[in-house]
């Protein structure tokens, strides 16, 4: 038998509706020009748009987040700090320094550079030579340093990420889907907020040279604050972005536009539609009571049912107004109920929104009422079941 609980699906219905602005039933944007694009809600990590963003890709120095995440993890356990000093090793300088013609910070061969600079580098200027020394220096090559990131990868749930090199640099080994990019972002900006500043840095000077962030929505569009930009001859013009607006944030990664140009009206257009066109709700936090449900011949008549996580729905605009929520299980519930099982699951649903179910617990134990139990058995024996 599944009951559903009427009133809390009613009252859940109402914290779905959109504010004013979004009854005007808005639509989601149509297919970008870019390639491999998603839009990510960065609060709860819910994908607002997918285009092909499940599919491995060349991502350029978009993948330079998995190199310098690995660098930030070893400061927080304290292996090395921000003035450690790393020797600028020959195939740092000659292959991916000023000699190569890629982005770089110039650093001298043979020179030592301190962590402190070559993060910046790496991080607002996109250096190569940076990103080498820092492989080089916390796993003795660069190829030991990549096991490291492959490795770090699966870790995180990164299905999809192939890592060849610490850079980016073309090669056919060297793939990540846009939405596992997206993911390994949040994870940056979540996990380590205070560094994540320096992705909003306009401009690093190292020695005599001064270079801008590549970034096309720094200063262009309101409340963005990084994070990477990417381009080889493989991958095309691609970039992981980020902005903030009030409590909320949105990340985009796309691939695959043609010109620095087009990477930029891209950037602007996606990252305007993730706050225009989609909205994100949250029902619910984790442990907060959502309904009750019946219980059979229990000490007491319900439990109360509690959000197992924090329950977010995100869609766009028009979609999500016309959403509806429901409490469903199998109930009355049989005795005993036990403290934090799963007994019972939200649904939301709507027209044009792929059903989603959020897993409920319950808030108590609830045991049998004995009195109860003997009398139902007694009923039973003499008159059977009904």
Known sequence: MTLRANLVAAVLMLSLAAPAEAQRRRTAPAPAPA????????????????????????????????????????????????????????????????????????????????????????????ANDACVVLAEGLAGSEAAFVQRMNRRAQELGLRSARFANATGVDDPAHVISTLDLARLARHLIVHFPDFYRTYGERTFTFGDHTQENRNPLLGAFEGADGVKTGHTDSSGYGMVGSARRGEQRRIIVFNGTNSMQARRNEALRLMQSAFDDYAVTRLAAAGAQVGEAQVRLGER???????????????????????????????????????????????????????REFPLVASRHIGPNWFSSVFEGLRLSLFGAE
């Open 35 to 126: 390639q491999h694009v998603v839009i990510m809600d960065a609060v709860s990590g819910l994908v607002l748009a997918c285009e092909q963003c499940e599919t491995p890709v060349a991502p350029a120095s978009m993948s330079k987040l998995m190199t310098v995440l690995l660098v930030l993890e070893a400061l927080e356990r304290r292996e090395i700090s921000l003035d450690t000093r790393y020797r600028v090793s020959e195939y740092a300088w000659r292959e991916h320094g000023a000699p190569s013609g890629g982005s770089n910070m110039f650093l001298p061969v043979h020179s030592e550079a301190a962590v402190r600079d070559l993060l910046r580098g790496a991080v607002i200027v996109s």
């Open 301 to 355: 008549r319900t439990v109360p049912l509690l959000a197992r996580d924090d329950i977010y729905v995100g869609a766009p605009r028009g979609v999500q107004a016309g959403l509806s929520a429901r409490i469903v299980y199998q109930g009355p519930l049989p005795t005993p109920v036990r403290q934090g099982d799963i007994v019972a699951q939200l649904i939301v649903e709507g027209p044009g929104f792929e059903r």
